[in-house]
């Protein structure tokens, strides 16, 4: 019966210290999206994706203005991760864009994706010189 306990004791204590969930770190947010692009993407592509970030200069290479709803359109989340994954010389772009993927995780990259995506929804539409009323 002793040894039975013990058993038990030390299976649960294994359990504690070995949980999977403990050190687990939390689900991303929109804004740790945000929080990223700040950090390692808007010194090139500016803090509104237009590629007017003062590293821009430097890059023969027009940038993606991330903000243009319709060129956003023809470019898949795809594309996005794995050029933020593996670098722009991976894709026959600017070697100046690194390969983030030793630096950030999948779901890092994910949410960075999203905030791309929700730069193009943020910029307001154009005016078209019209005036509705009078």
Not at 31 to 58: L, N, S, T, W, Y
Not at 98 to 117: C, F, K, N, S, Y
């Amino acid at each position: 019966m002793l040894l039975a306990g013990f058993g038990v004791g030390v299976a649960l204590i294994l359990r504690t210290m070995l949980s999977p969930d403990e050190g687990t770190p939390a689900a991303m947010r929109p804004q740790d999206g945000h929080a990223i692009f700040e950090a390692h993407c808007a010194i090139c592509h500016g803090p509104m994706g237009r590629g007017d970030g003062p590293g821009a200069k430097v890059i023969r290479q027009k940038m993606l203005d991330f903000s243009d709803a319709a060129a956003m359109r023809g470019v898949s989340d795809r594309f996005l991760f794995d050029i933020i994954q593996k670098g722009g010389s991976q894709f026959g772009r600017s070697n100046a864009m690194p390969a983030w993927g030793m630096q950030l995780t999948d779901e890092e990259i994910r949410v960075v994706v999203a905030h791309i995506r929700s730069l193009a929804s943020q910029t307001p539409p154009a005016s078209s010189g019209r005036k509705d009323t009078p």
